[in-house]
């Protein structure tokens, strides 16, 4: 749990009023409190922790000496002090170093007790990442849900005309942009130990567009985001790339990040999860515009990707990075592993998690032919195989399958989410369901996007039928 005293100053949401409290040393009794319709909203629990209160009723509420506990009870609780109050449907939110309990990103909960120690409202809240808050769907109901950004001192279910003091800069629900722009190659990787990190935007339409107030942001969202100029235009099939230090200020991590652009009304436009590179490594669109992402040696900031576009092709990666994952399928019980160079990569000590837990590595003499293909069975997979991995795998719980290079260097995941939780890993539904269906694999071998495919074990994804929506995470 972090205990971070940061001292920032609470916000003060329409209308309610608030200053620094003091705690009494008293446990809550039995019997709920007599406050009617005053709850406990959203709750962050990453970088600065916070709490939303939610007024849902007619009239103003005097919160002078009403307390607020994490699962640590009265130890470090925060007491509102005399002349507190929250207006009549309005929200209130206190940051941390207002009060000094930290709330815990791997769960804790936050209970609400007025001046008699009474219960007004308590939430239990479940593991988070940063960038994530705990949010009831609709303000005062009774379902809650994780949610990325959040909605802090507003409806957790309005829009900007419900919520006439929001800040223009954060979006509410911001839902998909018309914009064509994507993001076409990102670097978050070094050069001589320089940084040399840069967002490439291309414009794959036959017009020009205004990306005047357009948006950049890594993995922290808001927090470091980057505003284009006004006046900035892309023309029609045109390249443009930023660069950190020159543009944006926000570093790109070469372990893996996000990059997203939202348009000028905070849209997003497009985004992407980029992997772990080496030194001097890009991410990009082959050819530009595609679907189809590597890695490549050769970056081309401000330029053509290639196959198409004019340039040199890249680099196809080889060795380890060569090895990516191409077909996991919970009904049969296998994972499939993919070359995508025109080398045999002798993979010894090559390893893939499930859900940061269980390990399969490949054992000594492991080859995968150039361009070809190695199948993993689970030891509940019917019939006899060569390789086998002693776990389950699910076709409709949440998972994540990690692969590594023997120095543990990341190499490729897969993710299906949790419905409910986010990134919790097991025994939770996941977002997409391939029971009885078939396969989670990519649309083209090693590289292109996941979907739910008939399955091809052992043989190209090329062709196969597509079942489902593009799987994201």
Known sequence: MKYAKLFFTAALIAGAALTTGCKEDREPVDEPSDVQGLFVNEVCSGGTDWIEFHNATDTDINLSGY??????????????????SIGAKSFLVIEEGTFEFGISGDGDSITLLDEKYAKIDEVTIPAMEDGFTYSRIEDGGSSWEIVEGGTKGRS??????????????????????????????????????????????YNPSSSSVDISGYRLQDDKGAEEEYVIPEGTTIEAGEIMAFYKDETFTFGLGGDGDVVTVLDAEGKIVDTIEY???????????????????????EPTPGESNGQGGGSEDPETPSGHAAIRLNELNGNDKFIELYNISDEDVDITGVY????DEDTFTAPEGTVIPAKGFLTVWSEKADGDHELIFDFGLSADKSVKIELFAPDGKALDVFKNLSTALGETWGEDDGKYDSKDLGSFARNTDGTGDWYIMVPTEGKTNAGSEVLSEKIEW
């Open 67 to 84: 307390h607020v506990q994490d699962n640590k009870g009265t130890d470090e609780e925060y007491t509102f002090p005399e002349g507190s």
């Open 352 to 355: 893939f998690t499930k859900d």
């Open 275 to 297: 992997p772990a590179m080496e030194d001097g490594s890009s991410y990009a669109r082959i050819p530009d515009g595609s679907d189809n992402w590597q890695v490549v040696t």
């Open 156 to 201: 957790n279910s309005g829009t900007p005309d419900d919520n006439p003091d929001d800040n223009p800069d954060e979006p509410v629900n911001p839902g998909e942009s018309e914009s064509p722009i994507l993001v076409n190659e990102v670097q978050g990787a070094t050069i001589d130990g320089e940084q040399t990190d840069f967002i490439e935007l």
